[in-house]
């Protein structure tokens, strides 16, 4: 979630998005507490995205409806498209790896 909150740039995005790639065993009951209390918008909304993506099994577990995403769009990859749920712009289909 720290690597997330640091993206600066279209490059950011694709590093943050391979280390979520990796994240295959987190504990659902720990991530979900851990999003809840974050306080970054931006990083909530990037990393449920990328996570749902990828198609991380612990995704499915967790209850998205008690993280609060705020409102209106956020602009996290220049030149992306938005995507309707999250509300950010994210790359379009073939800039990164199984998007």
């Known amino acids: ?4 909150h640091l993206i600066g740039n279209n490059d950011d995005v694709e590093h943050a998005y391979q280390l979520m790639e990796g994240l295959n065993t987190l504990r659902p009951d720990i991530v979900q507490e851990l999003l809840e209390n974050c306080s970054s918008v931006r990083v909530k909304r990037f990393f449920l995205w990328s996570a749902e993506t990828i198609g991380h099994d612990w995704f499915k577990r967790l209850d998205v ?25 994210v790359p379009k289909q073939g800039e990164l790896p199984g998007v």
Do not use: A, F, V
Not at 1 to 4: K, N, P, S, Y
Not at 65 to 85: A, C, H
């Open 1 to 4: 979630m720290e690597q997330i």
């Open 65 to 89: 409806s008690k993280i609060d995403l705020g409102k209106g769009k956020r602009q996290i990859y220049r030149g992306g498209l938005l995507n309707n749920r999250y509300q950010i712009t």
